[in-house]
Nanobody, 123 residues
Framework: QMQLVESGGGLVEAGGSLRLSCAASGRTVSYVVMGWFRQAPGKEREFVAAINWYGDRPYYTDSVKGRFTISRDNAKNTVYLQMNSLKPEDTAVYYC????????????????WGQGTQVTVSS
């Protein structure tokens, strides 16, 4: 089982940037597709981004394309989410998770979730 710990969240003004990190332990993230999800109050957890094990094929939900960048450093067992041009609607708890099988944008296909990190964007 992989333990995941997210960090880097915080309060930022609209238009600002944050960089989230997801540190893994217990098992290497190499050869594992890793994803980021978010959950706003009263809403379901939704897919944000994912990246293949090699790190050269990122996938994004439409609402963050051009603003967010997912990356990974397998040597550090860490996955990142660079978030630029943040908007109030990006406010949510952000989670990273290890993909198991199937569609990469469906949360049911992920396992080993982290505890989440809060991102709050003020207008």
């Amino acid at each position: 089982q992989m333990q995941l710990v997210e960090s880097g969240g915080g309060l930022v003004e609209a238009g600002g940037s944050l960089r989230l990190s997801c540190a893994a332990s217990g098992r290497t993230v190499s050869y594992v597709v890793m994803g980021w999800f978010r959950q706003a109050p009263g809403k379901e957890r939704e897919f944000v981004a994912a990246i293949n094990w090699y790190g050269d094929r990122p996938y994004y939900t439409d609402s963050v394309k051009g603003r967010f960048t997912i990356s990974r450093d397998n040597a550090k067992n860490t996955v990142y989410l660079q978030m630029n041009s943040l908007k109030p609607e990006d406010t949510a708890v952000y989670y990273c998770a290890a993909h198991r099988s199937g569609s990469i944008n469906y949360r049911g296909n992920y396992k080993d979730w982290g505890q989440g990190t809060q991102v709050t964007v003020s207008s």
